[in-house]
């Protein structure tokens, strides 16, 4: 019996190796991104891409007309984005307002329309330090809240299904390396130009999870 996967993929390591996981766990597989006005909406480009070698349906929501809610975030306002290490309290400023619960939202009413088993997403521990809808607690009341909205409404309910939840980048890497992820086909950095500025939070946790995990780094890095 094939079972169905709605899964949350931004076009990164983490969410495209989510997406080859799944895969090869056999779901049959719907990719959700978002275009939420983000500075680095390029990243929507490489979730696409995934979608197109996994054969995977595949939707972009357009979230744009939300940017002038979104405000004081680095990733959607006129706010610098900030350099140095991805766990510093400097990093608090890419935080956008209940992002996560947006998207795990749009997601949950697409399983439950078409019957998926799971809504999956990629977070991971090494968010945890800054972004508290990537943290345990939230995802545990989060699928807490979805069983109350959809009561009777969805069956089978579609699970949150968090398999990097408790683990760190550098373990997501090697799992993806070990799945053949292209990771030269993916994107991570805020700034969103031509390269990855080599710079920013999520370019040096990129870093530093491939030389942790002992994996090359086919990134190609402006500085």
């Known amino acids: ?6 899964a949350i993929v931004s076009g990164g390591v983490d969410s495209v190796t989510l997406a080859y996981l799944l895969r090869s766990e056999g779901f049959d597989l719907h990719l959700i991104s978002f275009d939420y006005g983000q500075r680095h909406r390029k990243e929507v480009e490489y979730a696409r891409r995934c979608a197109a ?5 595949f939707d972009v929501v357009d979230l744009t007309s939300l940017r002038t ?3 004081g ?3 959607t306002d006129d706010v610098e984005v900030p350099h140095g290490h991805y766990a510093a309290e400097n990093m608090a400023v890419t935080v956008v307002p ?4 947006i998207m795990l939202g749009v997601a949950y009413a697409a399983a439950a329309a078409e019957g998926a088993d799971v809504v999956a997403a990629g977070m991971h521990s090494g968010d945890h330090f800054i972004y508290p809808d990537c943290r345990p607690r939230f995802i545990e009341a989060f699928e807490a809240m ?5 009561e009777g409404a969805a069956s089978p309910f579609p699970k949150l299904y968090t398999p990097f939840l408790h683990s760190f980048k550098r373990d997501i890497v090697v799992q993806g390396a070990r799945l053949g992820v292209p990771f030269e086909d993916t994107w991570s950095c805020y ?4 390269l990855h500025c080599g710079r920013c939070g999520t370019c040096v946790e990129r870093r530093e999870a491939f030389a942790l995990a002992g994996v ?3 990134t190609r890095y402006l500085e």
């Open 98 to 101: 209940n992002r996560n619960a």
């Open 146 to 150: 979805e069983r109350l909205s959809l």
């Open 216 to 218: 090359p780094d086919p």
């Open 191 to 194: 700034e969103g130009r031509e």
């Open 69 to 71: 809610l979104l405000r």
């Open 1 to 6: 019996m094939t079972h169905r996967a709605v």
């Open 53 to 57: 070698r996994l054969e995977a349906s």
């Open 73 to 75: 975030s680095a990733l």
